[in-house]
Nanobody, 116 residues
């Protein structure tokens, strides 16, 4: 397993919900922030979905505000993304990200597919 392990992706109908989880290895200490990014199509750039700092500050892409919620557990080095009111355009591979000082870690990605 890599430094970040994601789970919770899947196939859901438009309007449905999913919850993604990402657990960082305990060997990564002093994480400053964790977040979620997504790549909607091969060759397309990975884009920010939401981030959460250790102090609890959040940041969301405009396209997901009001529908997605990021939360975390510092003690468990874990971050979650609750995806509600999903739309077909939310279909993507979702990647977990963790920042530790000048180092950045990425998960392998989990597929979210939203059918219309």
């Amino acid at each position: 397993q890599g430094p970040l392990v994601e789970s919770g992706g899947g196939l859901v109908q438009a309007g449905g919900s999913l919850r993604l989880s990402c657990a960082a290895s305990r060997s990564i200490v002093g994480i400053n922030a964790m977040g979620w990014y997504r790549r909607q199509a091969p060759g397309k750039q990975r884009e920010l979905v939401a981030t959460l700092t250790r102090g609890g500050l959040t940041n969301y892409a405009d396209s997901v505000k009001g529908r997605f919620t990021i939360s975390g557990d510092n003690a468990k080095n874990t971050v979650y993304l609750q995806l509600n009111d999903l739309k077909p355009e939310d279909t993507a591979i979702y990647y977990c990200n963790a920042v530790q000082g000048l180092r950045t870690f990425w998960g392998q990605g989990t597929q979210v597919t939203v059918s219309s």
